[in-house]
């Protein structure tokens, strides 16, 4: 008997003992038993998609196509690297989700003014003939680059909705793309620029290794809470590594923390970067890094001083290679990161970024700074992760270069129990995906630059406004945005900069002459569709996913 089942039984004898106690003299007692399930309970398997990543496996109970319940993973002997996968409140909540009686139930098309959300039902071949007429019509008054399909993660979904509209704007002579996200461009020009691989760093596994950890802006025990999210990965390793100092700089007491740190250090936001810049002047001021690290940065790095460019530009030339000798008069060996820290050379006017300059800025003091300084220096295997909230705004490459940097600083990244300062490698539930086809529009703008595209497209270049796949840097995209496609997005007007500027460009029609969005709900960006499809929920779709494989299981005792 399930144990649900038993206090179900359990609360109706309850009631039942009671109602005859107190009616024990009484004739006119009606019980009414309850009625039998129309058909058996089944469970089948799903998961939760949301954008945290973690792909939580979901069981689901239905009865006749109806949903009764969600249960979490319980699958497993629960040992930490075997573990049970639990879903967090957001996959819990999924029948609810399902069934929220604001869902979106019938294709609609606009008959108001955009953004007035006034739409009228219509028939899903409606739908699809409006739409397929519609990208004819602009594909052939404009060009294929005036079609856009803009970048959504309202779902990690393998096969639907995306690769779907993918495949029938291909067939269709294909379609203006993007690149980048809201969320981790900052990020991702930033590892590449430092010379990572990807945004990814050592597992928090490695941990166990440690003696020094260092959170700045990282908070992964409320972005990614669940059993198969870092949060327990990280909860586990701090559990499993008793003598392990955690510094975490953040201007929220987060569940991070919640008394597992050694020190909170609240930090203005946005301000990071000179915090890492004043303790990377402790580590070069005080002569350290010239004693303990100078030789993995000149075998590891460039840039770090004057003569690590000057090597690198005597390499270039005497290579005689265009590919590289294109890139000498970009080259001031002036230019080079000790020079910017120390404040010399060039960059004696901005002064050197010293504890006493940082604390009036970031708002840790300068004892804390040197401190953490001091700490990081001192430790033999120090674990820095800088979290990806840190490149969510202006210049956030920047900041995340500056928090990079650090890692590099102490000259110990690939040994054991050391990172190189980005966020941590996640393993994760994946869903395996569909092409959509061949695009045959090779040029793509940046995700934020796409109601740019809608005033001025014609002109932009990879120059001027970031446009890739030009045959050069200035060969103009040479087509206005007219068509935009949001599916599982909510992009439109709740992630975009400006959303009132952006907002009137979208509701001049005249400009952007079709609006596709595809969902759940009446978004905000719903609302300024012109034909708004509804959207099937993962638990009411068919998907595949890959197996994970963890990677903590080699580091368990």
């Not at 699809?128 to 404009?142: K, V």
């Not at 779902?155 to 993918?166: I, L, P, T, V």
Request: hydrophobic share 35%.
């Amino acid at each position: 008997m399930e144990r649900r089942s038993f206090l179900k039984m359990s609360a109706a004898m309850g009631c039942a003992a009671t109602v005859t106690g107190c009616n024990s003299g009484s004739s006119d007692v009606n019980v009414v038993p309850p009625k039998p399930p129309v058909g058996d309970e089944v469970q089948t398997w799903s998961s939760c998609l949301v954008n945290c990543g973690s792909n939580c496996p979901i069981k689901v109970f239905s009865r006749d196509g109806i949903i009764t319940r969600i249960e979490a993973d319980h699958e497993t002997s629960d040992e930490y690297g075997n573990h049970q996968i639990r879903a967090c409140a957001r996959g819990r909540s999924l029948r609810s989700r399902t069934y929220a009686p604001d869902r979106l139930r019938t294709p609609m098309k606009r008959v108001g003014k955009r953004g007035e959300a006034k739409f009228v039902p219509i028939s899903w071949d409606e739908a699809a003939s409006t739409i397929a007429s519609e990208i004819q019509r602009i594909a052939s008054s404009y060009g294929n680059k005036s079609i856009l399909k803009i970048y959504g993660t309202g779902a990690y979904y393998g096969f639907a909705s995306s690769a779907c509209f993918d495949r029938v704007l291909n067939l269709n002579g294909g379609f203006l793309q993007f690149y980048n996200n809201y969320s981790w461009a900052q990020q991702i020009d930033a590892a590449a620029a430092t010379g990572f691989s990807s945004t990814s760093g050592s597992s928090l596994t490695a941990l166990y290794d440690s003696d020094l950890f260092l959170g700045i802006g990282y908070n992964p025990s409320e972005m990614r809470q669940s059993g198969s999210g870092e949060g327990y990965d990280f909860l586990k390793a701090l559990e499993a590594n008793a003598n392990l100092e955690v510094i975490m700089v953040d201007p929220r007491y987060t569940d991070s923390m919640a008394g597992k740190e050694s020190q909170w250090l609240p930090i203005r936001p946005g301000t990071d970067a000179a915090f890492a810049e004043a303790i990377a002047y402790e580590m070069i001021s005080s002569g350290w890094v010239d004693t303990h690290s100078k030789a993995f940065l000149d075998k590891y790095c460039v840039g770090f001083d004057k003569a690590s460019l000057e090597k690198l530009v005597a390499e270039f030339t005497a290579s005689g290679d265009p590919k590289k000798t294109q890139y000498l008069p970009y080259i001031d060996v002036e230019d080079n990161y000790r020079n910017y820290i120390l404040g010399e050379g060039k960059f004696v006017d901005n002064g050197p970024r010293t504890p006493a300059w940082a604390a009036k800025i970031c708002g840790i003091s300068e004892a804390n700074i040197k401190s953490v300084a001091s700490k990081i220096m001192n430790a033999k295997a120090p674990f820095i992760v800088t979290g990806a909230a840190i490149n969510r705004h202006a210049n956030g490459e920047q900041a995340m270069r500056a928090c990079y940097m650090l890692s590099f600083l102490t000259g110990k990244v690939g040994q054991s129990g050391v990172s190189n300062g980005a966020l941590p490698y996640q393993g994760s539930l994946n869903r395996a995906g569909m092409s959509g086809g061949s695009n045959p529009v090779k040029e793509s703008i940046s995700c934020f630059m796409w109601s740019e595209a809608i005033e001025r497209g014609h002109e932009m270049t990879a120059r001027k406004d970031g446009l890739r796949g030009t045959a050069d840097l200035d060969t103009p995209l040479g087509a206005d945005t007219k068509a935009v496609f949001a599916l599982n997005s909510n992009i439109l007007i709740n992630q975009h900069s400006d959303c009132n500027g952006t907002a009137k460009i979208l509701e001049d029609d005249s400009k952007c002459e079709l609006i596709v969005v595809c969902d759940c709900w009446m978004t905000p960006s719903a609302r300024y569709a012109d034909i708004l499809l509804p959207d099937t929920t993962w638990l009411e779709s068919n998907d595949l996913h890959k197996q994970r494989k963890y990677q903590c299981s080699t580091y368990l005792p």
